[in-house]
């Protein structure tokens, strides 16, 4: 596996690129349009989702404390269109600024078990509004490729967060190794999959020859990647060799 030494200043201008773009794509598509990719919601109920969590993100990053906080309320009834794409503006400057005023150490809850710091959280909500700033692109009938260094740390973070925290929302019991290969950022994976375990390899060269698990090879964009693997895009987008199987016991929930 490659290394990305990204920081908070890299998510912090991934944040600041993506969020006007996210909101322009929710303002052209409307409140009505279908999310291609998340076919029981309307932008009207994305902009919903984003607005409560980027408000529970500013409210409870900052507590210094690693204990869970209050689940996320969503206000009812939902505001007029004009005032939910003026909440979202609102929560998405307030959610930057606190998290630009957080150090990566400070102390936050995080849903997995990994240090509890606020650096999760810059990592996390980069991709966060990356994923969704796509969602409403396509909802709008134009979606842009995540930037590749981004989504290369996008598959990075499904692959060292999401499914060693159990949130797959693919079949547990295949075992195996995937080999994801990113053809515009010079990256690759080699991942292994004991059941419910999710192991990343550091290369493949540790790969016992002996080794008769099946296996499987994905290779594409890293955009097209990350947003396979979060159920975003077919696998039709990346070409794939081995048993196909593999590719989806990938997906993050």
Known sequence: MNRLHATKDFWLAALR???????????????????PACPEW???????????LLRWVRETVPRGVVTK??????????PDWPDALEGLRREMTGMIETLDALEPEFPAWTWPAQARKAGFWHRRMAHEISVHRWDAEAAAGRPTAIETK??????????????????????TELQGVVHLIATDASYEWFVRLRGTG?????????????DHHPRAQAVGTASDLQLALMGRRSHDVLAISGDPRLITALHAA
């Open 17 to 35: 690129a993506d969020g006007p773009a996210l909101r322009d794509a929710v303002a052209e598509a409307g409140p009505d349009a279908a999310v």
């Open 42 to 52: 309307t932008v009207g109920d994305l902009v919903e989702h984003l607005t409560s």
């Open 69 to 78: 906080p209050a689940d996320r309320v969503v206000p009812s009834p939902r």
């Open 150 to 171: 981004l989504a290369a740390d996008g598959v990075n973070e499904i692959l060292d967060t999401w499914l060693p925290a159990g949130r797959r929302r693919s079949p």
């Open 198 to 210: 999710v192991a990343l390899l550091d290369t493949g060269t540790i790969l016992d020859t002996d």
